[in-house]
């Protein structure tokens, strides 16, 4: 029997008791953020031997060039022609939707002009740009997630990235087609046989071999986790993610088996994954948890899953639909299912969610790799303010501000009155000097 927490919201304890389900302990290990600090201090400072180095100690892989960590050009559509028929056009009608949701998704440049009053002919607006050139994160070896670079570089090249440099370590020299394929497919440009923290070090300050890059994205384990969050500021990240959550609303309605599937599905990441299912049908929850009992043994990771729902599960009851939404918002979940018969009619009532399943037939997993939207998705209670990846975050702002010299007389007094009330005059004098000068006046350096 699966020891999975069962909580209701009648009884007088279920803050605290939901409190502590969802209390998530990251406190940094000091053995990995010791061993991260070093590698990255060492990488910055010797740059491709210490790559070489790492390769041979980590991935037992002897090299004698920093060139032979970088992957052939042709190797990419290589692995890509080399699929299963099935596996590849699976792997392509995937990254078809992904790119087709994305490009809906770019922001745009824009700008206007007052035409009016003292502030005629001023020009105000925003100039988007992309990034120049991203790095990708990929795990590596036995691990094979190609939907987590359809899902990262998609969004970059759509954004215009001009670059994309994927790392992926390769134990024992160990190389995964499917990966490589989805980096054909998305068009990543230079694939590097690099992992840990000795990557996102190369990516971060780069080395004679490896360029730097001006973001990083893409998970990994502990060690990578501590090098993007000390890199972070040199370079930019994609977030600091937490253990995978799934949280399901049903009205009672949806087959017990598919909910435990849906379950499972999140619990087989990680011990520490997170999966809740919310109900006011007390009957159905029990059917749940039996067809969680009766599935498991079926499962090839049941160990993990397991662990995961009795550490950080529960099966929860609550008094109607509007209180399970009301704790959706408390929990603001990585991934909500809302498993109900008019799941549309109940979206205004969800305010804080990685991303959205509406209806009963609507799986998380097709999320995770083909509906078209990101995977990489805010955890831990994040989504209260953050959003998936997406194209914009692959694009920059920049303001853009033309002041004619009319609107220099009315805008600077304003400028110099609250300069001055903060004390600070080269700012109020420079405003100033514009009112009192209707015409530019060269210098006499200027002259000469």
């Known amino acids: 029997m699966i020891a999975i927490r069962r909580l209701a919201t009648s009884d007088g304890d279920f803050a605290q008791r939901l409190d502590a389900l969802l209390a998530f302990e990251s406190a940094q290990d000091a053995t990995v953020e ?50 299963p028929e099935k596996q590849r056009a699976a792997l392509t009608a995937a990254a078809e939707r992904i790119r087709s949701y994305h490009q809906r998704q770019a922001l745009q440049s824009w700008q206007y002009e007052e035409h009016d009053g003292p502030l005629r002919g001023t020009l105000l607006g925003q100039k988007v740009t992309p990034l120049e050139r991203v790095g990708l994160y990929v795990p590596g070896g036995k691990a094979s997630y190609p939907s987590s670079v359809l899902m990262n570089a998609i969004p ?35 694939v590097f046989t690099l992992g840990g923290a000795q990557a996102v070090a190369a990516l971060a300050y780069g080395t004679k071999t490896v360029p730097k890059v001006d973001k990083i994205v893409g998970p ?24 995978s959550e799934i949280l399901i609303i049903s009205d009672g309605l949806t087959s017990p088996d598919w909910l435990a599937m849906d379950l499972f599905s999140q619990a087989e990441h990680d011990e520490l994954a997170q999966s809740i299912l919310i109900s006011p049908n007390a009957e159905h929850l029990d059917r749940v948890a039996e067809a969680l009992n009766r599935l498991l043994p079926t499962m090839p990771r049941q160990q993990i899953i397991r ?95 033309r002041v004619s010299q009319r609107a220099a007389h009315a805008l600077g007094d304003i400028a110099a009155t609250l300069a001055y009330g903060e004390g600070l005059a080269a700012h109020a004098r420079a405003a100033e000097y514009r009112q009192e000068h209707d015409t530019l006046s060269p210098s006499p350096a200027s002259r000469l």
């Open 34 to 83: 010791a061993t991260v600090a070093a590698i990255l201090a060492d990488v910055r400072q010797r740059g491709d031997a210490a790559l070489l180095e790492y390769t041979h100690r980590f991935d037992r892989i002897a090299i004698h060039s920093a060139s032979e960590l970088e992957l052939a050009p042709d190797e990419l559509q290589q692995a890509l022609a080399s699929l």
């Open 156 to 190: 970059a090249r759509v954004a215009g990235v001009a670059e994309l440099i994927m790392v992926v370590p390769t134990p024992d020299g160990e190389r995964n087609p499917l990966v490589l394929a989805a980096a054909a497919l998305a068009g990543v440009d230079r």
């Open 220 to 243: 990994g384990n502990a060690y990578v986790a501590a090098a993007k969050r000390r890199v972070f500021g040199i370079v930019g990240i994609d977030m600091l993610a937490g253990p």
């Open 307 to 401: 662990a995961a729902l009795e550490k950080r599960g529960a099966l929860i009851l609550v008094r109607d639909l509007a209180e399970a939404c009301r704790i959706a918002n408390r929990i603001a979940p990585e991934h909500l299912e809302l498993s109900l018969a008019n799941a549309e009619d109940w979206l205004t009532h969800i305010h804080h969610a990685g991303a959205i399943f509406i209806g009963p037939f609507t799986s998380e997993s097709l999320g995770d790799y083909c509906a078209g939207p990101n995977h990489v998705l805010p955890t831990s209670g994040s989504a209260r303010f953050s959003s998936p990846l997406g194209v914009y975050d692959f694009q920059k702002r920049s303001s853009l501000i």
